[in-house]
């Protein structure tokens, strides 16, 4: 029978924090983004076609802030495939690169200032997203079925804070397409980590999607 296995506290506290910050798989699939920098497509899309739109402050935070929470992801995740050598971690991380390099696109063509110029591993410039990757690292060693619950949190996480970017900042529509196609990859990366932790025999419980919301996902 299936364990369920939930967070403890010491590790919910700053999720949950994290999570209102913005009021601001194992493989990839095709609604995954495919960013270029060189190209500046984003799945087939180049973002400089479409209209230079004025940039509130509210969606100029939100772009700065989920450059660097995908960042974040990208880190632990290459962290922890460091670690345990599972496949899951480093395809998605590869995914997750993927993710901050579309924000970047979108950065460049609005001329903002990248807290991520000098892409130092486990180092950001937001503090809450620093205390919260020591955190989250701290769960790297104590074994396989953590790291793996940390990467479902993770994604809960993006996918929470980009739906609220959407439905509170976002007019721009080469930002709304961006995130549709980022929190698509959340979904994809959740699933991934669910079906990794039934591997393990572990029933993994959402901690901060609404029931009907991750089973929406998952289903």
């Known amino acids: ?9 010491i590790l919910i506290l700053p999720i949950l924090l994290s999570s209102l ?3 601001n798989c194992s493989s990839s699939s095709n609604t995954e983004i495919n960013a270029d ?39 632990v995740y290459n962290a922890l495939y460091a670690k345990w050598g599972i496949g899951v971690f480093n395809n998605i991380a590869q995914s997750e ?7 970047k696109l979108l950065i460049d063509k609005y001329e903002l200032d990248d807290p991520v110029e000098n892409d130092i591993p486990g180092e950001f410039v937001n503090e809450d ?11 790297r060693d104590l074994s396989l079925v953590d790291a793996l619950l940390v990467g479902a949190l993770i994604e809960e996480i993006d996918i929470i804070d980009i739906q609220k970017e959407i439905d509170d900042h976002v007019d721009n529509e080469d930002i709304a397409i961006v995130y549709d196609n980022l929190i698509s990859g959340s979904y994809n990366h959740l699933r991934a ?5 039934s591997r393990q025999g572990i029933l993994y419980e959402p901690v901060l999607l609404s029931e ?8």
């Open 193 to 197: 980590f669910v079906k990794n932790l």
């Open 21 to 23: 910050l913005i009021s």
């Open 37 to 75: 920098n060189e190209n500046q497509s984003v799945s087939g899309i180049n973002i400089n076609d479409l209209a230079y739109e004025e940039l509130s402050p509210e969606e100029a935070d939100g772009l700065k802030f989920i450059r660097e929470e995908e960042k974040l992801a990208r880190d």
């Open 1 to 9: 029978m299936n364990k369920i296995i939930t967070l403890n506290k």
């Open 129 to 139: 997203l620093q205390n919260l990757y020591n955190t989250l690292i701290y769960k």
């Open 97 to 103: 690169q993927r993710h901050t390099d579309a924000i």
């Open 212 to 219: 009907e919301v991750y089973n929406g996902i998952i289903k």
